[in-house]
């Protein structure tokens, strides 16, 4: 199971970014998904979630200015980024596991899944 990540890039305040992250290697229709962030100095942190009953999770500072969705027909992620601020700052990686009850409890809870891609760099500029 590979996720791959695309779509960072640099922007200023206030601009937007669409990532995604495709997966292969699993073939399955259950399933939690999320994309969490690590900015150097800091923990990793969950940003959003979603899973395959309709649940969907988002991290406090980014409810309002992120979006998750996922196309069940290309198996791809995608997270929605507008109005970026510089603290949003951060390698974003998207992550992936296999249906369990209780898989977003919280937004953080994306950052235990056990599949995870390489990442895509965020970098949000004043």
């Known amino acids: 199971v590979q996720p791959v990540e695309s779509g960072g890039g640099s922007v200023q305040t206030g601009g937007s970014l669409r990532l995604s992250c495709v997966v292969s290697?699993?073939?399955?229709?259950?399933?939690?998904m999320g994309w969490f962030r690590k900015a150097p100095g800091k923990e990793r942190e969950g940003v959003a979630g979603l899973d395959s009953k309709g649940n969907i999770v988002y991290e406090d500072s980014v409810k309002g200015r992120f979006s998750i969705s996922r196309d069940n027909a290309e198996n791809i992620l995608y997270l929605q980024m507008n109005d970026l601020k510089p603290e949003d700052t951060a390698m974003y990686y998207c992550s992936l596991d296999a249906y369990y009850l209780g898989c977003l409890a919280t937004a953080d809870s994306v950052v235990s899944f056990g599949y995870w891609g390489l990442g895509t760099q965020v970098t949000v500029s004043s």
């Open positions: 290697g699993y073939p399955y229709s259950n399933y939690c």
